[in-house]
C-alpha cells in the first residue's frame, strides 16, 4: 500500500476518533462497543484501525475479541490465540492475573483476544464477572474498545451492550441493504436502547485514498455491486465521446478532401472558413480551416 494511502487513512481514521469525543458531551465515552448487522461489513478491521488510531495519539488502548464464535481480531492483527477472553472469564480470576491474557501489541496498543470457544458465548459476555473484568480495564487503560457480533446473527452484542458507554454501528457501502438496518434498528429498540453513532465503510470512490492503514485493501475484496455499474456507465459514455469525435474527425477530413478537388478545377479566392459547431464531452468549439488558392502546373 502506497504511503500516501497510509496517511489518509489514517486521517480518516483520527476523524472518527474526534467525533466519537464530541459523543461525550454530557458523559466520557471510554468503553466503546463496535458492532454490525451482519457478517462481512468490515467490523473488525474498522476496530482494529480505530484502536491503532488511540495508539497513534499515545491514549493507552485495550482491545477485546468479544467475537468468541467466530474470532477475527487476532488474524487482522496476527496474533496467536490461544487463551483469551474467554479463558479469562471462565477462570473466575481477577486483578493482576488479567495480564497472563493480556498481548503487547505495540505501545500503547494491548489486545485480548478471544480465546477458546466456549459453548455458552452469550451467557459468558452478559455475566457479572464480564461486567467485573469491563471495570477494571477502564481504570488501566484510556480507552477500551469491545469487538462483538453482529445484531442479527446472535444476541451476544445485545447482552453486552449495559456494560459500555457508547455503540458504534459499522455499515458497509453496497452491501448492507436497507431492509437489514431496518431489522437491526428493531433489534436495538427491542433491547432498549440505540447506537451512538455509524461508520459507513468502503465507499467505492474513495477506495484507493481510504484504504484501511495497514491491515486492509479494498482491492483484494469483491467489489460492491454499484460500483460495476457504475464502471460499465462511464465505460460506456468516454466509448459514445469517442465515437462522436471520430464522426466530426472523418466528416471534417472529406469536407477538406472535397474542397480540395473542387479548387483544383475552380480555384476560389483566398478565404477563412469555420467548420461546424460540434458537441464532444458537453462542450461546443469552432474549428478554423484555411483555404488558399492552388495553382495548377
Not at 487513512?9 to 466520557?28: C, K, S, V
Not at 488510531?53 to 491514549?59: G, P
Not at 495480564?99 to 455458552?120: C, K, Q, S, W
Not at 461508520?199 to 479494498?218: C, E, F, H, T, V
Amino acid at each position: 500500500m502506497d504511503i500516501d494511502y497510509k496517511k489518509q487513512a489514517l486521517e480518516a481514521f483520527n476523524t472518527i476518533q474526534t467525533n466519537i469525543g464530541f459523543l461525550g458531551i454530557d458523559r466520557d465515552i471510554r468503553t466503546i462497543m463496535v458492532t454490525s448487522s451482519i457478517k462481512g461489513e468490515g467490523k473488525s478491521t474498522v476496530t482494529s484501525n480505530i484502536a491503532n488510531s488511540y495508539a497513534f495519539s499515545q491514549k493507552r488502548i485495550l482491545l477485546v475479541d468479544c467475537d468468541m464464535r467466530n474470532p477475527t481480531v487476532h488474524r487482522v492483527l496476527e496474533l496467536p490465540n490461544r487463551k483469551g477472553l474467554a479463558d479469562l472469564i471462565m477462570a473466575g480470576r481477577e486483578g493482576l492475573v488479567a495480564e497472563d491474557y493480556i498481548i503487547h501489541y505495540a505501545p500503547y496498543f494491548d489486545v485480548l483476544t478471544a480465546g477458546h470457544r466456549p459453548p455458552n458465548p452469550t451467557e459468558l459476555l452478559g455475566s457479572k464477572r464480564m461486567k467485573a473484568l469491563i471495570n477494571a480495564f477502564s481504570e488501566q487503560y484510556d480507552y477500551v474498545i469491545l469487538d462483538t457480533p453482529p445484531v442479527l446473527l446472535v444476541p451476544d452484542a445485545i447482552a453486552l451492550h449495559p456494560y459500555v458507554d457508547g455503540i458504534l454501528l459499522v455499515v458497509r457501502h453496497g452491501y448492507t441493504t436497507k431492509e437489514v438496518l431496518e431489522d437491526c434498528k428493531k433489534a436495538w429498540e427491542v433491547a432498549g436502547t440505540k447506537p451512538s453513532a455509524c461508520i459507513l465503510n468502503a465507499i467505492p470512490d474513495m477506495q484507493k485514498r481510504y484504504s484501511y492503514y495497514g491491515y486492509y485493501d479494498y482491492e483484494e475484496t469483491r467489489p460492491a455491486k454499484g460500483r460495476n455499474k457504475k464502471s460499465r456507465r462511464h465505460t460506456v459514455i468516454k466509448q459514445e465521446e469517442r465515437q462522436e469525435k471520430d464522426m466530426y474527425m472523418s466528416a471534417a477530413k472529406e469536407t477538406r478532401e472535397a474542397g480540395s478537388r473542387k479548387s483544383a478545377h475552380n480555384p476560389p479566392p483566398a478565404e477563412k472558413e469555420f467548420a461546424r459547431k460540434s458537441d464532444i464531452a458537453g462542450q461546443e468549439f469552432q474549428r478554423p480551416v484555411d483555404r488558399t488558392k492552388r495553382k495548377l502546373h
